[in-house]
């Protein structure tokens, strides 16, 4: 069936850190990809997504690229903030589908 | 603001005493999802519904039911809760199923002893 696999947690980075967290997924069909953001006592929000191949989502300083020959969505960003720790989960989501699939998520902490 | 709000955030009850989670928005939405979260496991889904009276099983709806009366709420009631559904509890909408993200509220940490 469908999944997505993240890499484990905890990440520890210092400040101005360059960040990757992996995420791969398993589809059978071309489901559009989402990275979504935990902060402490908080929901989920939306961090970027990206509907197809070779697509690139970003926002706030962070981004990942739709990667079908490597069934990666990977989440980047040059330099990490404090501000920045938090939960990340990466999803998965088919057009026809009534759920997004998640991944279990990669607990990021940032040391100033 | 555009939001989705659940009551309560925080519960502790005993096994056996139903009780309900409400979750409400205001944007309209037609997709409404439950999920909950449990350390290592990420977020699974309990139930959703397409729309006003349409509700169907995610992938753990033991234990749960949902009804979707009006269009902006989506209560899940545990009618008789037990010590494993202690867990964290999040809604959320979208503008339909598929395509559109999904808007997430809050969180309702549940503990059942």
């Known amino acids: 069936g469908d999944s997505v696999t993240q890499m484990e947690g905890p990440v520890t980075l210092s400040e101005e850190a360059f960040l990757t967290i992996n995420c791969t997924y398993t589809a059978t069909g071309y489901p559009s990809l989402f990275w979504y953001v935990q902060y402490p006592g908080e929901g989920l929000q939306l961090l970027l997504k990206a509907t197809k191949a070779d697509d690139k989502g970003s926002n706030k300083g962070f981004e990942a690229t739709y990667r079908k020959e490597t069934t990666s969505f990977h989440l980047e960003k040059g330099s990490v903030q404090v501000s920045d720790s938090a939960v990340y989960f990466c999803?998965?989501?088919?057009?026809?589908?009534?759920?997004?699939?998640f991944g279990s998520g990669t607990r990021l902490s940032i040391r100033p | 603001e555009a939001q989705v709000t659940q009551n309560p955030r925080y519960l502790i009850t005993v096994t056996g005493k139903k009780l309900t989670v409400t979750c409400s928005q205001n944007m309209n939405h037609e997709y409404m999802s439950w999920y909950r979260q449990d350390p290592g496991l990420g977020l699974r889904q309990i139930y959703y519904?397409?729309?006003?009276?349409?509700?169907d099983k995610g992938d753990v709806p033991e234990g749960y039911k949902v009804s979707r009366k009006e269009k902006r709420n989506f209560p899940l009631i545990l009618e008789s809760p037990s010590p494993n559904q202690t867990s964290l509890y999040f809604c959320?909408?979208?503008?339909?199923?598929?395509?559109?993200?999904?808007?997430f509220g809050p969180g309702t940490r549940l503990t059942v002893t």
């Open positions: 519904s397409m729309n006003v009276e349409v509700t």
């Open positions: 999803a998965l989501l088919y057009s026809s589908a009534s759920k997004i699939i």
């Open positions: 959320a909408s979208s503008l339909s199923s598929g395509k559109y993200e999904q808007y």
